[in-house]
């Protein structure tokens, strides 16, 4: 496709045959199709394979800490509610170290576009279990095979009334891309699961595997429909559904700031006189 | 004229609005005020107080004895009694604390009978009290008047016309039946501003253009977000309740690295859980300027308590090294300007900087003359837009001969702004080359740390220019020591009081180790049990104090008990 020259980041340092180079490609066509400029747009990242991603798309970049992504972006969107900011990160990232912050990024509904490179396994440090690896799934950490449920992020962001729930697969371009140009034109928090095969380290849910299993949600469901999408989030199995899971339009956190109605919290910075008249005015509340 | 006034009670019986009405009412007459407060961790019950002192000259701490005692309930007498001076008076209501006293100091006064007298309900008995002091003290009720009407300006008319009559009954009481009050309060002066720490903190960052505050409730720097929350939208900040301190650290830093001034507020514990941020601020020289209102520690200590505990957890968090800046400010006017130099070094130098207080100086109000907008340094470090525009490329972290690069703020520009909490090239992105890391760490830390010792003050010196003996204090502790030290009225004695902290202020235009050295004694008083700041100056200096004075029972020095112990030793 062309028009990506200018999203031309660093060299990816991630395995041959990584689904995360799928995921790199449809997210530089959802930006050139919605006609984004790279400074128009700030990716913020933790730690693991996927947080490196921004510096492989040329674009703001906050690459902060483990688990950390949503609260920098929530800082990032509030000051500037104009550019568009993405957050990505893998399973053991957004589910694990930063689950809390995803349960308040969801509450808040905040306008951030959330993309998890979920392979179902810990990739940076060699082959752990993660939030989403299947129950008895045996690792070199966990020998005896996971002990502890499968987290389900589809059925929890439903739970919680995200505003944007959708999963998406790294083997299906055409549909992942529109996935992702969905999730950025939706106006509140969005969260899009991306099932990502990890080559080197998950020799379980490989690309045959989540071929033999996913299929398109079809016009027949109504993302509207809060039961009917619960009922779909919780499919996982034989069949695992992929597509726009559920949806809403409850306002977004920043459209009920009346701060940044007028302009962007960033453009207020450094008016001295216009403060300087207010802080008068409160030196009289201490008289 | 010196007089203090302490009014006790149960959490939730309005003591705090009974004392802030004093205060500000003795404030506009224009009396130099003090208050102070002392409360415990729970929403209703246990024992409370609030303490008032005013005198027509500055006064900077509280004092005994007591002149007045104003008791709600029945453990304000076994409590305080011992406080009051004999000439003094204790002022109840027997229906109220269902016992009465005996003796030439107490004084009965019907505080519930009538404010429902009026038509009121019990409550009211708080606007009672108010009348009865200021009639006791010998005071007019005018300016309570100006106050109840702000105070009570979304009840309705009934309610305004109640309150004014209760203070009215409480007045002429006292006036009539207080045979023992003698108070011959000075001349009135000119209209004072009535300050506390905290409400100081958050007016310093209001005035340093803060536009972003993200915290987690935690006592005692709860205040900050309160002060700052009630006027989010008359100043177009954005105050955010975040999940907790790791989201608050988090948000804070996003929303100064999309160039907005933010800060965060914590306690100890809350703090711990901010570390990793801190060590993040510093890895992207991303500007952000923390408060930590220390409590005592470990773990959850005295929740509603004071010490000074963690100066060297402020000195040392955070993984790597980096530089740093830590004010601690002594008393709100202090506490104003640090807060608005934290956010001016915090911008020019894209570093973290830390406003520390405690439970202490966060709830004791001081009065003030005027605080001088003009003086304040409001200027912006962002680099303009249309300057990086103008670059062939942008390199967030560039190199340059200060180690501050060009601030560019994204979304602003055409450029694209990269940063990285991994060890990173210019550009922002991830390195591991061993010469750009040394050269990155020479940028991060010995650059700029030349240029920001350059900025440290110089600490308070006052007394004797050749003491004999020097007493060293640092934050909160500044007022009590100052009246310990004029009340010793010894022609060789001095006091030396850090408020920039670290790094410890240059000794070229003041030698104070050259006057520590000369003096026979020093001594540091610190709230704290292994004498943090004394620890501090030696690690930078070379100096050891002779002597520390050292409380860690959770609660403020009082000047008596201070005098007891420097006069032991000085």
Known sequence: ??????????????????????????????????????????????????????????????????????????????????????????????????????????????????????????????????????????????????????LNPMAMAVALDCGFV????????????????????????????????????????????????????????????????FARALEWGDRIPIGVIYRNDRPSFESRLPMIAARPLVDGVGKWQELKEKLAGSLNEFR | MDYSLKIGGEAGQGIQTVGDALAKVLCRFGYHVFTNQDYESRIRGGHNFYQIRLSDRPIRAPRRPLDILLAFDRESIPAHQAEVREEGIIAYDSSLLKESFAGPQFLDIPFVKLATDTGASRIVANTVATGAILGMLGFSLDPLFDILTVLLKRKDARTREQNR???????????????????????????????????????????????????????????????????????????????????????????????VRSMTGTSGGGFALMVEGLSLAAMTETPIVIALAQRPGPATGLPTKTEQGDLFFALYAGHGEF??????????????????????????????VLVMTDQYLADTQWTLDNVALDNLPMKDYRTDAA?????????????????????????????????????????????????????????????????????????????????ETVIISWGSTYGVVREAVESMGDEKIAMLHFSEIYPLPGLQSFDYVEVLKKARRTICVESNATGQFARLLKAETGYTVTDRVLRYDGRPFLVEELLEELRGRA
């Open chain 1, 1 to 150: 496709m062309e028009g990506l020259e200018k999203y031309l980041g660093e060299i990816p340092a991630w395995c041959p045959g990584c689904g995360n180079f799928a995921i790199l490609r449809a997210f530089k066509e959802a930006l050139a199709a919605e006609g984004i400029e790279p400074y128009r747009l700030c990716i913020v990242s933790g730690i693991g394979q996927a947080g490196k991603f921004p510096h492989y798309v040329r674009c703001n970049t906050f690459n902060g800490l483990h688990g950390r992504a949503l609260p920098v972006a929530t800082g990032i969107k509030v000051a500037n509610h104009e550019m568009l900011v993405a957050a990505v990160g893998g399973d053991g990232d957004m589910y694990g170290e930063g689950g809390n912050h995803l349960l308040h990024a969801i509450r808040r509904n905040i306008g951030v576009k959330l993309f998890v490179h979920d392979n179902q396994i810990y990739g940076l440090t060699k082959g752990q279990a993660s939030p989403t690896s299947m129950e008895g799934m045996v690792t070199k950490n966990q020998p005896l095979g996971v002990l502890s449920g499968q």
């Open chain 1, 166 to 229: 959708a999963r998406g697969y790294a083997g299906d371009h055409e549909h992942l891309k529109a996935l992702i140009r969905s999730a950025f034109n939706h106006k509140g928090f969005s969260i899009v699961d991306i099932l990502q095969p990890c080559v080197s380290l998950n020799k379980v849910n490989t690309y045959e595997w989540y071929g033999k299993r996913v299929y398109h949600i079809g016009d027949d469901h109504d993302p509207s429909d809060r039961m009917k999408a």
């Open chain 2, 165 to 259: 009559l209760a203070a009215v009954a409480g007045h002429e009481y006292a006036v009539k039946n207080c045979g023992r009050c003698s108070f011959s309060p000075a001349s009135t002066g000119v209209p004072k501003m009535l300050v506390g720490g905290s409400e100081a903190v958050g007016f310093g960052a209001l005035a340093a253009g803060c536009m972003f505050y993200s915290a987690y409730p935690m006592t005692p720097s709860t205040g900050i977000m309160t002060y700052l929350g009630a006027r989010a939208k008359e100043y177009g900040i954005v105050v955010e309740q975040a999940e907790d301190e790791i989201a608050a650290i988090n948000m804070a830093l996003g929303a100064s690295f999309a160039g």
């Open chain 2, 323 to 352: 530089p740093r800046v830590i004010f601690a400010p002594g008393n709100p006017e202090q506490a104003i300007r640090l807060t608005a130099k934290a956010f001016d070094i915090s911008q020019k130098y894209q570093i973290p």
């Open chain 2, 387 to 467: 300057e990086i525009d103008g670059l062939d490329t942008y390199a967030r972290h560039a190199f340059t001969a200060s180690g501050v690069s060009p601030f560019g703020i994204p979304g602003k520009t055409k450029h694209v702004v990269v940063t990285d909490s991994d060890e990173h090239n210019e550009a922002g992105h991830i390195i591991e080359d061993k010469a750009l890391r040394s050269k990155m760490v020479e940028k991060r830390l010995f650059l700029k740390l030349e240029n920001i010792r350059k900025e440290i003050a110089a600490p308070v010196f006052l007394g004797s220019a050749a003491p």
